[in-house]
């Protein structure tokens, strides 16, 4: 099977896998978090986790689980959270993973968070180190919808970063949203809060791309026939890979091989009337 097929096939992969997930919408979960900048870290120390936030696709009910609320709890000034760290992200990691411990049979639709720089095997390591015993999702409970994106519309589909780009293109509101740098100096300048609004106006959205995915109004910078699965390799290898289709052809070809081979005999003088 050629590229173009296989691509093909991820793509209506993908649509079989919303159309799934939109009914059992219910059950399923979407996450994000924000945390320190895990660039030019010259310590080896994994960044700390601030704030997460899981909304339910259905009801749009959202969970969230922030490094500022665990130090209101505790009495600590927000200003004083910097002495505090281990104990109020420990305690933020705590409530997390006891939330995913009973929500093991719902699906977790993220964005990138696919290894230990970020994703759940990062929020998973720094509970570790701070002394606790993570639970895991399951791989298959686990849905990409970045990934799912490139699948169903090409991988030019957006310009980069393309979460930020697809929110413009699709005038989306950005209110409260933090590219990833700002995140980080919103962390250094320890603006707690403003990083745990920016974490659940990113689970709004995700919810949102979701819904316009499913709908095929998402906007994209993909072409018609790139949104819809065709392309010129499709219908060539289509054709290829079609028995009656490839024996239609070889046949014309043959007798077009046989009128031009009777055209020369005419030309010189073998064909007799």
């Known amino acids: 099977m050629g590229q173009e097929l296989q691509r093909l096939q991820r793509r209506n992969k993908q649509l079989s896998k919303l159309n799934q997930l939109a009914g059992q919408a219910e059950s399923v979960l979407v996450i994000h978090y924000s945390c320190e900048s895990f660039y030019d870290r010259d310590d080896g120390r994994t960044p700390r986790i601030t704030s997460i936030a899981v909304r339910n696709l259905d009801s749009g009910q959202t969970d969230s689980f922030s490094i500022h609320q665990i130090a209101e709890e505790e009495k600590v000034p927000m ?21 995913v411990s009973s929500h093991q049979k719902f699906t977790w639709m993220h964005w990138n968070m696919r290894d230990v720089n970020y994703g759940f095997a990062a929020i998973e390591h720094r509970y570790r180190v701070l002394g606790g015993n993570p639970t895991q999702i399951a791989e298959e409970r686990k ?7 490139v699948d169903l519309y090409g991988d030019g589909y957006i310009g980069h970063p393309h979460l930020e780009s697809l929110i413009r293109k699709n005038h989306i509101s950005d209110k409260d949203f933090l590219p990833g740098k700002e995140e980080a100096a919103a962390f250094n300048a320890k603006q707690f809060v403003k990083l745990h609004q920016s974490t659940l106006r990113k689970v709004d959205t995700l919810a949102n791309i979701f819904d316009r ?18 392309s010129l390799g499709v219908i060539s290898e289509r054709i290829k890979e079609h028995w009656l289709i490839s024996l239609l052809a070889a046949t014309g070809i043959i007798l077009t091989f046989i009128v031009r081979a009777f055209d020369l005999f005419d030309k010189l003088g073998w064909t007799q009337k």
């Not at 910097?82 to 997390?96: H, P, T």
């Not at 849905?143 to 994106?149: E, I, N």
């Not at 995915?213 to 065709?230: A, D, V």
């Open 79 to 99: 200003e004083d959270i910097a002495d505090s760290y281990d104990m109020l992200e420990k305690k933020m990691l705590d409530r997390y993973f006891e939330f």
């Open 213 to 230: 995915s499913l709908n095929n109004s998402l906007e994209t910078n993909s072409s018609w026939m790139e949104q819809n699965g065709y």
């Open 143 to 149: 849905f990409d919808l970045a990934r799912a994106l």
